[in-house]
């Protein structure tokens, strides 16, 4: 039988949506490639997968 996965080793599976156009747009806050702000951005590593998917859930309503 295999050991349960710890928290500290489960695998990330919400990706990050950076498209590699990483420049802020003043007006909004928003990233220009994903539309995420500077502050989602610094700590999208430390999320998990549903604070992750809350993120991407908001980015098509996004407005830049």
């Given amino acids: 039988m295999a050991a349960p ?3 500290s080793s489960m695998v990330r599976r919400v ?3 950076c498209i590699g156009i ?3 747009d003043r007006e909004s806050g928003f990233c220009l490639g994903c539309k995420r702000t500077i502050a989602e951005i610094g ?3 430390m999320l ?3 604070e992750r998917q809350a993120i991407l859930d908001q980015l098509p309503g ?3």
Avoid: I
């Fill in 5 to 7: 996965l710890s928290s």
């Fill in 15 to 17: 990706t990050s949506p």
């Fill in 22 to 24: 990483c420049t802020m």
């Fill in 43 to 45: 700590r999208w590593a």
């Fill in 48 to 50: 998990d997968d549903p």
């Fill in 62 to 64: 996004r407005k830049l």
